[in-house]
C-alpha cells in the first residue's frame, strides 16, 4: 500500500482528502499537517506528498519542495496556483503534478495514478495559468533530445527503447525529465501530441 502525507493550513480540507484517499483502499495518510517541516527533517516519510503552496500565510519555496523530493517524496500541489511564475517555479522544482482545488475528487484520484506510475501531471485547469506567459525553449541533453525526436514522431515507449538500445524505464525517466523542463518553461507537454506540437514550436525538432 503506497502512503501519503496530506500538508494543509484548513482541518477540514485535510479530512476531506484523507477520506477521499483511503476510500481507493490502496492509499494510506500517514500524517497530516500544516507544515511541510516533518517531511523536510525526515520525521516523516511518505511515498506522495498532497501539498499546498501557501500554508499559514506563507508561500511555500521552492527550495523546500526540492528538499522534500530529494528525501524520497513524490509531490503533488493542491492549490488555486494562480501565478504562471511560482506554477513553473514548482514544476522546476521537482514537483510530480499540480492538480486545481476546484478540480473534482475523480481528476485527484487519477493524478495520484498517474504520478504513481511515473507520469507528470498538470491539471487542464491550470494549464492556463501556467502557460500565460512567453514560453521559452527548454534546455535539454542530447540523450533528451533522442528520446524526444523518436517519440514526437509517433514511436511507442517501447519501439523509443529497441531503437535506442535502452529500457522502456530509461526512457520513461526521460519523457518525465523531459515533461518536467516543458512544463517549467510554460509548453504543453501532456499528451504525445502535445510534446511534438511544443517541440516543433520552440525548434527542438524539424520535420
Known sequence: MRTIAVIDDHALVRSGLTRLVEAQGDWSVVHCGDSLEPLLTGAVQADVCLLDL???????????????????SRVLVVSALESPQLARDVVAAGVDGIVAKSDSDTALIEALNQIRDGQMVISSLLAA?????????????GREVDVLELYAAGLTIGAVARKLSIS????????????????????????????ARSADEVGLIEW
Open 54 to 72: 501557501h500554508l499559514n500565510g506563507v508561500d511555500i519555496e521552492p527550495t523546500q519542495i526540492t528538499q522534500v523530493v530529494q528525501r524520497g
Open 129 to 141: 495559468t501556467i502557460l500565460a506567459e512567453h514560453s521559452a525553449k527548454p534546455n535539454l541533453t
Open 168 to 195: 522502456e524505464h530509461t526512457v520513461k525517466y526521460y519523457l518525465r525529465e523531459i515533461r518536467r523542463k516543458f512544463s517549467a518553461n510554460g509548453l504543453r507537454s501532456t499528451t504525445q501530441l502535445d510534446l
